[in-house]
């Protein structure tokens, strides 16, 4: 009985998904656009997001090497360790790892922020004036979402590859211009680009779960916590689901 408790709720919960979502393209997509609010969710989403994926890069990076090292040592190929680095970065960990440091920040704050709103009935008072809340709330954030990850996955990939040599120059002297050589020299185009267009799936993801959970949050402090929280579970299981059918999509056109 549980179990078709669970199911009914897991379809109901991915019927209201998709609805939601059509509404979006439907309502939030048509002119007239929010030019000047989808610019100040970029910097919000965007820009102030800088600085903890650059952290969480930097480390990623430092500690990815470091962990490595001793297991290519032993085999005795330690001077492919930049390689092995650069493409596990660029390929999955960057991607992966900035999308989930994006969904628990990102998606918490837009889950967090709408369900507020709606608790205080700010949504249907922007109905009552005439102004679409799809279109100035859910349009604004989940296009910002889906421009500023893959620009951020760049980022944090630099940043990564750069803790990776400073990594490497721990325990020997390696200068950077041979560090990035032979990490670039490992690396093409079908490394790069399906990372980056799985990050803009990642980042739509992250939006439209993020402003569905806070349109449909309850009335109540609790609410409004267990809106934030669920958009972040829900959009991290999102992202490794899309992940998975990225590997298997580039596998079968042969580009793994």
């Known amino acids: 009985m549980a179990f078709m408790i669970d199911t009914r709720s897991f379809f109901n919960e991915t019927g209201s998904i998709t609805r939601f979502t059509g509404r979006f393209f439907s309502h939030g997509m048509k002119p007239s656009y929010e030019i000047k609010e989808l610019i100040a969710q970029c910097y919000i989403i965007g820009y102030k997001s ?13 500690v990815l090497t470091m962990q490595l090292r001793p297991s290519l040592v032993s085999y005795g190929v330690q001077s492919q360790l930049p390689v092995m680095v650069g493409i596990a970065i660029v390929r999955e960990i960057g991607p992966v790892i900035t999308a989930l440091i994006f969904a628990g920040k990102i998606g918490s704050s837009i889950g967090a922020e709408l369900g507020s709103m709606k608790v205080t009935e700010q949504i249907d008072a922007m109905e009552v004036s005439g102004t679409n809340p799809t279109k100035y709330l859910v349009a604004t954030r989940v296009i910002a979402a889906t421009l500023m990850l893959p620009i951020l996955t760049v980022f944090g990939d630099a940043i990564s590859l750069f803790g990776a040599y400073i990594g490497v120059n721990i325990k020997s002297v390696t200068s950077i211009n041979f560090f990035f050589n032979q990490v670039f020299r490992s690396i093409g185009y079908s490394d790069i680009v399906p990372a980056i267009i799985k990050t803009v799936f990642f980042g739509f993801a992250v939006g439209i779960i993020g402003c569905y959970k806070g349109f449909n949050s309850t009335k109540g402090t609790r609410g409004v916590g267990n809106s934030a929280n669920s958009a972040v579970v829900l959009a991290s299981v999102l992202i490794f689901i899309i992940d998975l059918l990225a590997v298997q999509f580039t596998n079968l056109l042969g580009l793994n």
Not at 50 to 62: H, R, S
Request: charged fraction near 0%; charge should be neutral; proline fraction near 8%.
């Open 50 to 62: 800088l600085p903890l994926v650059g952290l969480t890069g930097f480390i990623m990076g430092l």
